[in-house]
């Protein structure tokens, strides 16, 4: 790639990061004020029961034929024909996951002697017949990098969801609330994108030549699928040996402490997957921009996580409510588990892009043996072991991730620490200072004890990357475009 094309590359990349992270953050304020208005009007057993249908949306949703898609992003050309097929795979897909939702959410409902589950399954299945809709104007706007038009339907979507779930909330509808407010939120990003992207096509059912296509998809349909395994085992093992009750406690407190790695992290990937297909001929090029991934990307994701944890009771007692206590030391070991779940997540991209999908299975498939073993023993000491099967599993996963990613990306392990380091350092210094600041505070209201913990921790955090680290803060703030450089010295 010569200066024009790394420059041109780079202004793209940085673009595509600011429209889809800032769109990101703009739906999920969206989101989140509402999420959370409504976890304070629901109960612990209303997430429960959800979760509940989760495991079987999250299973049927494998074979959506999202991993075709992905075909089309990676690829160095695409014809109208090949975006024909892939909707014709889509729809055979996902119009046959909805019936089979349909018909089989009682066996659901009796595995885990809910009986509600069957109806609020049957309903959920309208999400798959939005899901072409939704997939393929994705891929192509990713494939050509521009996120631009998905972030419009994005923050539209999100409002809409967001003032649907607190009147259905108000309106006494409970558990059901849970399933309008996604239903909402597919239904309006199919429209949008349907609108905005200017891609429909008519399907073709006829996949003559498109082995390629389908090779690709199956390999990271494996690996999804093992993946599924790994991260919903959790929920199926626990849906047989706590209560409604318990499940809600540990997945709302699963959902606090992974927010950054589940709903920020993946956005960040579907941009570096393109950027990195359109570097595969550059080998030293991609294990240079994974590098500086990790390190910006750390360098918000471990303050994030160990700030959870440590502010952990002032922070659900403001944030959830006092009904919601229980969750407190669930998230104080989750938030010391999550930076570990960050790393891992990051190798896939590259990886994929390099057209190596296979690696990623056999990770997910270490996961779904490592996992369901540490859950097995988890569920036994109720929500706050299930978290703790995380904290000791998943840094022995994440070290397997890395051993067989980074030999595929080209990087080498003291480049790897090298990137993790001043985050990881100032890190740990800001727990230190939080930590023994908690204990000097006077007593005061949740909300007050939250700011104080929250403000003194992003000062020392901030401080400590200025001694130690100052490069990495310019790096991360030239990368966003603020120009932060210090004054060269006079001649």
């Known amino acids: 790639m010569n200066d024009i094309d790394s420059s041109t590359m780079t202004s793209k990349v940085r673009s595509a990061v600011l429209w889809r992270s800032g769109s990101q953050i703009a739906a999920q304020l969206i989101t989140w004020t509402s ?281 659900v007692l403001t944030v959830l409510g006092a009904k919601w206590a229980e969750t407190i030391p669930v998230v104080q070991v989750l938030g010391f588990a999550t930076p570990f779940v960050t790393l891992q997540i990051l190798y896939t991209p590259a990886t994929n892009a390099l057209g190596k999908p296979s690696v990623a299975a056999w990770i997910s498939g270490a996961g779904a043996i490592i996992m369901p073993t540490a859950f097995l023993i988890g569920v036994r000491y109720g929500p706050v072991g299930m978290a703790w099967a995380w904290l000791l599993a998943f840094p022995i996963l994440t070290l397997i991730a890395t051993i067989w990613s980074l030999q595929i990306i080209g990087a080498r392990y003291t480049a790897l620490l090298h990137a993790l380091w001043p985050a990881a350092f100032a890190g740990a210094v800001m727990a230190g200072g939080v930590v023994a600041i908690d204990r000097a505070l006077p007593s005061m209201s949740p909300f007050s004890h939250l700011i104080a913990l929250a403000a003194a921790g992003a000062i020392i955090y901030a401080l400590t990357l200025m001694v130690t680290a100052r490069d990495s803060i310019e790096e991360l703030l030239d990368f966003a475009g603020i120009k932060w450089r210090r004054a060269a010295p006079a001649a």
């Not at 208005?37 to 999250?58: C, E, H, K, N, W």
């Not at 046959?96 to 009986?115: C, G, K, V």
Request: contains cysteine; positive net charge.
């Open 35 to 315: 999420t959370f208005f409504v976890i304070r009007l629901l109960s612990p057993s209303d997430y429960g029961l959800f979760a509940m249908t989760q495991v079987v949306l999250s299973l049927l949703n494998l074979l959506n034929g999202y991993s075709f898609t992905g075909a089309l992003v990676q690829a160095r050309e695409v014809h109208r024909h090949q975006v024909r097929q892939v909707f014709g795979m889509l729809i055979l897909l996902n119009f046959s996951l909805a019936a089979a939702q349909f018909f089989a959410a009682p066996f659901a409902a009796a595995y885990f002697r809910a009986p509600i589950v069957t109806d609020l399954l049957r309903v959920q299945a309208i999400l798959y017949l939005t899901s072409p809709f939704i997939m393929i104007p994705q891929a192509l706007l990713s494939r050509g990098i521009d996120f631009r038009t998905q972030a419009r339907v994005n923050i539209g979507a999100a409002l809409l969801s967001a003032i649907i779930g607190p009147v259905c909330a108000l309106a006494g509808f409970g558990v059901w609330t849970l399933v309008f407010a996604p239903i909402s939120l597919f239904v309006a990003r199919a429209i949008g994108l349907s609108v905005l992207g200017r891609w429909l096509v008519w399907p073709s059912f006829h996949f003559k030549g498109a082995g390629a296509i389908i090779g690709f998809g199956l390999a990271i349909l494996a690996s999804e699928l093992l993946w599924f395994v790994q991260t919903q085992a959790d929920v199926f093992i626990a849906g047989r040996t706590l209560s409604a009750h318990q499940i809600g406690i540990y997945t709302t407190a699963l959902f606090l402490s992974q927010i950054l790695v589940n709903k920020f992290v993946p956005p960040l990937n579907e941009v570096a997957f393109p950027t990195y297909s359109r570097m595969a001929g550059d080998r030293p090029g991609i294990a240079f921009a994974f590098m500086k991934s990790v390190r910006m990307i750390m360098l918000v994701a471990i303050p994030f996580s160990l700030g959870l944890a440590i502010t952990a009771e002032p922070l």
